[in-house]
C-alpha cells in the first residue's frame, strides 16, 4: 500500500494544484519511482489511498497495467491519518501486507522483506535525519520498542498485519498507538535500512532528492 492521502502542507504552493506524490522528479512523478521499484520487486497489487486532489492521482497511474501492476484505489473525502487510512483499504490487502509512505525515496530490497510469524508489525528505522534528531524507536537484536536507548527514525515503510487493526474503527487515527500497543506485548520486529533514503518532505529535499538522482543518472552514462 503507498499512502498518498496527504495535503503536503510543508510543500505548499508546489501542493496547492499538484497532490505531492505527483510532483515531478528528474522527469518522472515521485510515485512513479515507487511502482517501477515494486514491478521488479515482484510485486503484483498496489492500493493507494488518496484525499487531495485524489482524482489526478488516477488519472496519472491509471489500472498500473503500463507498469505490469494493479492498482487498486482506496479514496479518502477527508484525510484519514495513516491508521485510519490503512483501516479503510484492509479489504483491498493481503495479509501481511506492506506499506511505504508515498513522500519517501528509499533504497530497498523489497523482494526480501519478511517478518517473524508472531508478529504484528515489522518496521524499517534508519539512522536520525536532521529534521528528525531524537528519533522514534530503538532497535535492538531485531526488536523495536519505544524505551531504551539510542533512537532511530520510522523510514515509513513496514510490514503489518491486519490483526494489528483488531477492534479499530472507521475513521480517522494515527498508526503510531497501535506500533507502541504491539511494542508493549514485544510483537514488533525490524530492521536497519542502509541504503539511500530521503523523507521528501520539503522542496529543499525534493530538490535533494532531484539531485541525487541526476548525479547518478549522469555517473551511469559516464560509465558506459
Known amino acids: 500500500m503507498l499512502l498518498a492521502a496527504g ?19 528528474v522527469g518522472k512523478p515521485l510515485i512513479a519511482h515507487h511502482l517501477e521499484e515494486f514491478a521488479t520487486a515482484g510485486f503484483h497489487q498496489i492500493v493507494i489511498n488518496h484525499a487531495w486532489l485524489g ?30 487510512g490503512i483501516y479503510r483499504a484492509l ?10 509512505n508515498g513522500d519517501v525515496f528509499a533504497e530497498v530490497d523489497f523482494a526480501s522483506l519478511s517478518m517473524d510469524d508472531n508478529d504484528l508489525a515489522h518496521l524499517l528505522l534508519v539512522n536520525n535525519p536532521s529534521h528528525n534528531p531524537g528519533g522514534d524507536f530503538q532497535l535492538a537484536e531485531g526488536r523495536v520498542s519505544e524505551t531504551g536507548g ?15 487493526f483488531d477492534g479499530c474503527q472507521s475513521g480517522k487515527f494515527p498508526l503510531a498507538p497501535l506500533l507502541r500497543k504491539a511494542m508493549q506485548q514485544h510483537r514488533v520486529g525490524g530492521q536497519l535500512l542502509e541504503g539511500e533514503w530521503i523523507d521528501v518532505g520539503t522542496p529543499q529535499r525534493l530538490q535533494q532528492l532531484e539531485q541525487l538522482l541526476m548525479s547518478r543518472s549522469t555517473a551511469e552514462i559516464a560509465a558506459k
Do not use: C
Request: without cysteine; negative net charge; hydrophobic residues 35%.
Open 7 to 25: 495535503r503536503g502542507e510543508r510543500m505548499r504552493p508546489l501542493t496547492d494544484t499538484t497532490p505531492k506524490p505527483l510532483l515531478s522528479v
Open 55 to 84: 482524482e489526478q492521482i488516477e488519472q496519472a497511474l491509471g489500472d498500473g497495467s503500463r507498469w505490469n501492476l494493479d492498482i487498486r484505489y482506496s479514496a479518502e473525502t477527508d484525510a484519514l491519518e495513516t491508521g485510519g
Open 91 to 100: 479489504p483491498l490487502l493481503s495479509d501481511p501486507f506492506m506499506v511505504i
Open 150 to 164: 539510542h533512537k532511530l527514525t520510522y523510514s515509513g515503510i513496514g510490514l503489518y498485519r491486519k490483526a494489528l
